[in-house]
């Protein structure tokens, strides 16, 4: 397909004195990348001729709205978005996620979404909040060939797969997807995430709907702190600020912190090679990091 860049590039990087591998996903395409375009790629590529119209709901801010309203463009269709409430600032002066999918001509219904999957008609595709449908699979088996070729050209025998979660959908398809890969072969790669949205028992459930079978979720390690989704916190500041000017790298501002904030945590006890997935969602920067600015504007002029 046009403008992909596909497998997506592996890069070295280094953070505070220990050598990372990324998984640039981010570079995917320019409208269409992160781990939205693996897990939206079955929507992307299948004839689905009598689909005139996306139907979703969440948060008018959110990366996976966005990445659906580039979909629904790619593919000539219809976007219909429900959100409980467009905050007046936003309406007034739209940016990032929100400004883009108005812009891809998205359709917003300011009122709680009633009619759940299946009751909608066929010219409708109706796609779960973030994205959490068994309909991801497919992309992100993509994304785990994609790194088995790379682990194997490098002969890499032992890895550790990081990445943060919102539904988890992505780290545990990539569990799945390498269990079903690699049985019984040398190589040892692992997958570990941590909780954005809710603490690990809320992840475990969100596991749970996509997949019954445990020996297929991947591994779960939270911090003792807990950490409100979409709030601001200092410490995330600082080290998203400290990635940037050590590896060159701009990292989502809502997963990516804590993500961060957790590997940096836990890299003492891993040997082997590790390989952080950048999962994109840099659009979301664009209202993300004004906010941090005003609330921090000391720690923002070492940027
Ligand atoms: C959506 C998103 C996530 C969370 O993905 P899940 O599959 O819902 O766990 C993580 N990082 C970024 C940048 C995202 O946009």
């Not at 781990?35 to 939206?40: E, G, I, P, T, V």
């Not at 000539?76 to 940016?95: A, K, N, Q, S």
């Not at 009122?111 to 796609?127: A, D, M, Q």
Request: charged share 25%.
């Amino acid at each position: 397909m046009d403008g992909f860049a596909l497998p997506s590039p592996v890069e070295r990087i280094r953070f505070r004195g220990r050598k990372y591998f990324l998984k640039r996903d981010d570079r995917i395409h320019s409208d269409f990348s992160g781990n939205k375009a693996r897990k939206f790629w079955y929507w992307l590529h299948r004839d689905l001729s009598q689909i005139r119209k996306v139907v979703s709901y969440g948060s008018p801010q959110s990366n996976a709205m966005y990445s659906l309203s580039v979909l629904a463009r790619m593919r000539g269709w219809d976007f219909e978005y429900f959100v409980d409430h467009i905050p007046g600032w936003l309406r007034e002066h739209p940016v990032g996620n929100y400004k883009a999918a108005l812009e891809n001509g998205t359709v917003f219904n300011e009122k709680p979404i009633k009619v759940r999957n299946g009751s909608w008609g066929e010219e409708v595709l109706f796609v779960e909040e973030g994205g959490r449908q068994a309909e991801a699979e497919e992309g992100v088996r993509l994304l785990a060939e994609e790194i088995v070729d790379w682990q194997r050209e490098k002969g890499i025998g032992s890895l550790t797969i990081f990445l943060p979660s919102g539904t988890g959908t992505t780290a545990l398809y990539l569990q799945k997807s390498f269990r079903f890969l690699v049985p019984h072969s040398s190589l040892l790669t692992h997958i570990v995430t941590t909780p954005c949205v809710g603490d690990a028992a809320y992840l475990r459930k969100q596991f749970a709907m996509l997949e019954s079978d445990e020996s297929n979720w991947p591994r779960i390690v939270d911090l003792p702190k807990k950490y409100h989704f979409g709030k601001l916190y200092r410490e995330f500041y600082r080290l998203w600020l400290e990635l940037y000017r050590e590896s060159g790298v701009e990292f989502d501002m809502l997963y990516d912190p804590k993500g961060w904030l957790v590997l940096t945590e836990l890299v003492s006890e891993m040997d082997g090679e590790i390989l952080y997935l950048h999962q994109g969602g840099l659009k979301g920067n664009e209202s993300m990091l004004p906010r941090y600015r005003r609330k921090y504007p000391m720690l923002s002029r070492t940027l």
